[in-house]
């Protein structure tokens, strides 16, 4: 069982939820969160994504087990608000961890908590306002629910990050859009549109942050249970990565970067920008300028276009596993 590595006083640490769609890259922004001597990790929130959300809640305790955590999950939304979703299993497998699990049993749920994943966000949003900071890293489906069932949670929360988009740079599902504003365009759209303080970390930044062959080859060389379990899975993504995207030379560490944002902002350079996400046609899912925003809006939106990524691969390297 891995160590919970030493955590800084209380005080100094960045208070964090996660909300994921524990796919792959969600499950090593979980170990990365969870080592991180910065972070407190509140809790972690589930829904739908990159499998069914029985799948990502399962996923999700899985790691936090082999973490040797007591943190809790919470699951959330099945699907996105207007959209159907379906499921390829081409990056993630259909399980969502590289077919290393496969199918949930009932056994898998018992402990499922009976308080849905978005009355929890908004329980600990009141609960610590602006000393919290909530990452996203799955479709914003649970936080545009949230959002919708209580709106004083947009002045409350300290700041919002989120794992989406592509402001200057193709998708990763069509030319236009990336993956998670994809899946649910309405409850990207509907977030950016609330002007809740949110910085999007998408594939202009993420797609410098790379795992490589080499790295998962020292995982399963460290030979921990929870190294090896990591190399696993993450060598499902690399082999998918190699396929679809051959040119990264690597596999991209997309959610993780933004735990990283989360805890130290300074890891990237931003833009300040009223955002919205197409939700029709071809282009559904598509980060771009919203110009009819009033300017008298306080402008709470900021996008990552820089990221020091050597000095975020060496923070991921040393607190992962
Ligand atoms: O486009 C990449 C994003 O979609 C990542 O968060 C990945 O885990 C999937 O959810
Ligand atoms: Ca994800």
Not at 143 to 172: E, F, H, Q
Not at 241 to 264: E, N, R, S, T, W
Request: glycine fraction near 8%; proline fraction near 5%; charge should be negative.
């Amino acid at each position: 069982m891995a160590s919970i590595k030493n955590k800084q006083d209380g005080d100094k640490m960045v208070k964090m939820i996660l909300d994921c769609d524990t796919g792959i890259d969600d499950a090593l922004a979980i170990g990365y969160a969870v080592h991180s001597p910065e972070i407190e990790l509140l809790g972690i929130t589930v829904c739908y994504g990159m499998a069914p959300v029985d799948y990502t809640y399962r996923n999700a305790k899985k790691i936090v087990q082999l973490l040797g955590s007591d943190i809790g999950v919470w699951k959330g939304a099945e699907k996105p608000l207007v959209l159907e979703k379906e499921y390829n299993g081409l990056i993630h497998g259909m399980d969502g961890l590289g077919n290393t699990l496969g199918n949930v049993q009932p056994e898998d749920l018992v402990d499922c908590p009976s308080l849905h994943a978005v009355d929890y966000l908004i329980e600990k949003i009141y609960e610590y306002k602006k000393e919290l900071t909530l990452v996203v890293t799955g479709p914003l489906t649970n936080l545009a629910l949230a959002i919708k069932k209580d709106p004083n949670i947009i002045n409350l929360v300290g700041k919002v990050v989120s794992m989406g988009g592509a402001l200057t740079t193709p998708g990763n599902v069509n030319r236009y859009a990336e993956a998670n504003y994809a899946i649910d365009p309405h409850a990207a759209n509907y977030v950016y549109k609330t002007n809740i303080p949110i910085t999007m970390v998408g594939l202009d930044v993420t797609r410098k942050t790379l795992l490589t062959t080499e790295d998962v080859a020292n995982w399963k060389q460290k030979g921990t249970e929870l190294s090896c379990f990591f190399a696993e899975f993450t060598q499902y993504y690399l082999d998918a990565y190699k396929k679809i995207h051959p040119y990264l030379k690597g596999c991209a560490l997309h959610d993780p970067l933004a735990i990283a944002v989360g805890k130290d902002p300074s890891f990237v350079q931003t833009i300040p920008i009223h955002l919205e996400v197409e939700v029709e046609g071809v282009s559904a899912g598509r980060t771009i300028e919203d110009l009819y925003r009033e300017e008298s809006n306080p402008l709470q939106t900021e996008v990552s276009i820089k990221v020091d990524a050597e000095r975020f691969m060496e923070d991921f390297y040393k607190n992962i596993v």
